[in-house]
């Protein structure tokens, strides 16, 4: 036993030696490792953190890289790869494969498609290898910005178009100059655009994104690209009317409504070949089309309706699912003349709102608000149903009621209040009180042409038009949502506004 616990003892003894022979005295060959930082990735377009920059479409970028090593000697390589973004899944992008645009420390390379690619930088020396990742947008100045259609005293149509980079409100520091003032002719050369009447974008089926611009004595409809405004079709509207004047148009599921001058309403199936042919709604008429753009409780994204206000027969229209079925309010508006009508509440629960006058008494007014319901069985929408939520007040009028069929009515859920225009003046109306504690504000010249809301709800772009103005006759103005206080003017960048909203890309 002894004899054991003596041989354990040496080796651990032996053990011993050993480890403290290894402490720190070796005198081998030891080589350090150079490591790898990029340091500042930069160029035009570029912003402060170099993971995002823009540039144009077909226009060389130019990118610069700077690196930095812990041991000077060493040579440094560079590769730069990009990939064209596809799409995102869970916030990660799906991209093509990478391909290589320079193996320099600069590069110097012209993209040619729209849209987004991650841009891969990779700097080696002989030990390794460290990345930076970087997303560039290429972008053909028409992706994201505000939008207006006009026409001139002649008739000739143009497409106004005031770029951004990231967002909307960009716009509130934007100038008049930064205005393109006929990006209609610049980007569509050979198609002519005469009596501009209506633009919509399209939010459903095949089209979807697509812009959508009316010409009324073309009887014609052009189909624009999301991305760059490039005509992709020109659509006769002529076939499904043989004489139409259109001037209005409002999508509807996978179809198009279009209303004559004469009010009728018709609605055709639209695909990658344009309008097919008349299908529904040809009895149809009234004095305004309205755009009703409901949550799409099937797919996720919005739909929209047409709403038609038939004041010969009393009665609302709407047209209100898949299967061209129609709906209407029935005798709600009996003895009465609707006087308008807008969408209220937020976007997956929106409840239509309607103004109406008796027609021999100017001095009351009522206020309905139907409860809208969505049926899926019948992939139907009930835009009149009566259930919990429906309500009608009436008021007696202290001055003649400034809305009429002519305005526009911009709900803004961020305040609960309604935006309307009538002339020059500009009206805030929370609508569950009276209309005489509507706010209101007047333009700085000329008379209101349309309205639009930012994607915030924010503010409130204004088209104007001055007659009396000497050269473009058309401006446009922001305002507060808030205290309707202006924020920005942009005096004489268009013709008369016929239409206005602000674009994403999409």
Known sequence: ??????????????????????????????????????????????????????????????????????????????EWKAGFIKEYNDGEPVMDSLFLISDSKVVEYSFGRVGEFLVRLRVSNEFGSTFHY??????????????????????????????????????????????????????????????????????????????FVLSESQQTMYKL????????DKIDLSIIIKDIKPVAIVPCWQYMAVMTDAGQVVCSDLDNLGLINETWGTEMKGEKCYRGVYKDDWGGGNVSIPILADNENEKLIGYVNTNNNIT???????????????????????????????????????????????????NRFDVFSKGDGYQEREYTLAAPLALDINSEMIYNGNYNVIFYNNGSTIYRWRYTSDFSQATRVALPAGEIACMAASPDGEYLYVGAYDAAAAGLKGSVYIYSTKDLQLVNSFVGVTDKPVKLFYKDKN
């Open 1 to 78: 036993m002894k004899k054991y616990l003596y041989v354990l003892l040496l080796l651990l003894g032996v053990s011993a030696g050993m480890v403290s022979c290894i402490h720190d005295d070796t005198t081998g060959f030891v080589k350090e490792i150079s490591n790898i930082t990029i340091t500042k990735v930069s160029g035009e377009g570029v912003d402060e953190d170099g993971k995002f920059a823009v540039a144009e479409l077909m226009m060389p970028v130019h990118f610069e890289a700077e690196a930095e090593q812990t041991l000077e000697g060493y040579e440094l390589s560079y």
């Open 134 to 211: 970087m997303t560039l947008e290429i972008k053909a100045g028409m992706e994201r910005g505000l939008m207006i259609l006009s026409s001139d005293e002649a008739g000739k149509g143009s497409l106004t178009f005031c770029s951004v980079d990231r967002e909307a409100n960009e716009l509130l520091q934007a100038k008049a100059e930064d205005f393109e003032q006929d990006a209609w002719s610049r980007i569509n050369p050979d198609y002519e655009l005469m009596d501009a009447r209506d633009m919509v974008i399209m939010d459903y089926g095949n089209s979807k994104n697509s812009v």
């Open 225 to 232: 690209e999301q991305n760059t405004l490039l005509v992709l």
């Open 328 to 378: 209407d309010s029935e005798s709600d508006f009996q003895g009465r003349r609707i006087v308008n009508f807008t969408l209220v509440g937020p976007t997956n629960n929106r409840n239509l709102l309607v103004v109406s006058k008796p027609k021999n008494n100017s001095d009351k007014a009522w206020v309905t608000t139907y409860k809208s319901i969505t049926n899926i069985l019948d």
